[in-house]
């Protein structure tokens, strides 16, 4: 999709006024623990298409995410915390949600899940939903599994080598795909 047509959804998008909250209980009672990683993101949805640079700041309390052109140009910086969601895209605007989800549905088109994605990026499943169909690999590492409606295909590095997180996710709910591959990780190790 061109990088316009993404603007034009975007401005779009500040028309449309109001909110709507998430129930406590679409949020996960607890938060991943602390990570910064770099990577590239494709998206497909709708029949279009959709890929960038992405850099993902968690903390406990604060999440920040940039996707980027490849040569290093924001396309869209996005912020969330308990408070709600910003993201501000290359008009400088500033849009807002009440969650990650609800404004990359608005924005962009497609949802990222952000929240979840924080768990399942380390290769675990979000507490307190259980997931369907679990596969392990020899090491006992989540390979495949679906919670919460998306389907999760993990790929991990071989057996022994430094660095155990996964370095591709797959994820697929109806016609939504998402590819993530991690190039950098670096883990806080705080909770």
Wanted: neutral net charge; aromatic residues 6%.
């Amino acid at each position: 999709m061109a990088w316009s047509r993404i603007l034009v959804v975007m401005a779009a998008t500040s028309m449309l006024g109001g909110c709507a909250a998430l129930a406590p209980s679409d949020r996960p009672a607890q938060r991943a623990a602390a990570f910064d990683l770099v990577g590239r993101i494709a998206v497909t949805f709708d029949g279009r298409n959709f890929s960038s640079g992405l850099r993902w700041q968690h903390a406990v309390e604060r999440d920040e995410v940039w996707l980027m052109t490849p040569t290093g140009q924001a396309l869209a910086h996005i912020q969330a915390d308990d408070e709600g969601a910003t993201l501000t895209g290359t008009d400088r605007q500033t849009y807002r949600a009440a969650d990650v989800e609800a404004i990359t549905r608005r924005a962009l088109g497609w949802e990222l899940p952000l929240t979840r994605l924080a768990w399942w990026v380390r290769g675990e499943t979000v507490p307190g939903s259980q997931p369907a169909e679990p596969v392990r690999d020899q090491q006992g590492r989540l390979v495949r599994f679906t919670q919460d409606g998306w389907s999760i295909t993990l790929t991990h590095p071989p057996a022994g080598e430094a660095g155990g997180m996964p370095r591709r996710l797959e994820l697929a709910r109806g016609g939504h795909q998402m590819r993530l591959v991690i190039d950098s990780w670096r883990d806080d190790g705080s909770p």
